[in-house]
């Protein structure tokens, strides 16, 4: 709520701490209380801010997720969210040195960003229940550099048509040696 940046996974606490226990350790308020919701004092310290997580990986290449919550139900999409995020997020990173690919499964947000900060590399994530290879042209008309499917849909065909649309791909979440040799099998 204050404007800090942090990183982590879900929109709360509640599914792990540090140390593979339930989201204990917040300061003032029960883990299922979304972070969004408290100020960066607020939070506990292995919850790093994005400054703190991208000094400790100088060197590395970094991909920040912006993050937003699917529209519930009956709601819309909260497209002035998402630019706010999206160009904090610019503002945050500042000049680009190469390493860093901004991804989300939003394309308002990375518009936004894209917007923001138009010397960054972007990456579209695709949901395992999107069409991966659909995805081939949105993430084109987006400008991004990248696709990043979920692993199962990167089969030789949809690599294929990304490398001749000038994507980079990447892939999420790949756990076993036999997935790895899968995703480079394919390219």
């Not at 942090?6 to 339930?22: F, I």
């Not at 300061?27 to 919701?37: F, L, T």
């Amino acid at each position: 709520k204050d404007g800090t940046l942090v990183v982590h996974h879900d929109a709360s606490l509640e599914r792990r701490g540090p140390a593979g226990g339930q989201g204990a350790g917040l300061a003032g308020g029960p883990a299922e209380e979304r972070i969004e919701s408290l100020a960066r004092w607020e939070l506990p310290a292995w919850v790093p801010d994005l400054s703190s997580a991208l000094a400790v990986s100088d060197g590395m290449l970094v991909d920040v997720e912006i993050k937003l919550d699917p529209a519930e139900d009956g709601s819309r999409f909260d497209a002035g969210k998402s630019r706010a995020v999206g160009t904090a997020l610019a503002e945050s990173l500042g000049r680009n040195d190469g390493r860093i690919i901004v991804s989300s499964f939003w394309p308002d947000a990375l518009i936004a960003f894209g917007e923001a900060a138009p010397a960054f590399a972007t990456g579209l994530l695709v949901h395992p229940a999107d069409d991966a290879r659909r995805s081939v042209a949105t993430a084109s008309n987006l400008g991004c550099s990248a696709l990043l499917p979920f692993y199962l849909a990167a089969d030789r065909h949809l690599v294929d048509r990304c490398h001749e649309a000038g994507l980079q791909v990447g892939v999420w979440t790949v756990n076993s040696p036999d997935d790895v040799r899968s995703v480079v099998e394919a390219g």
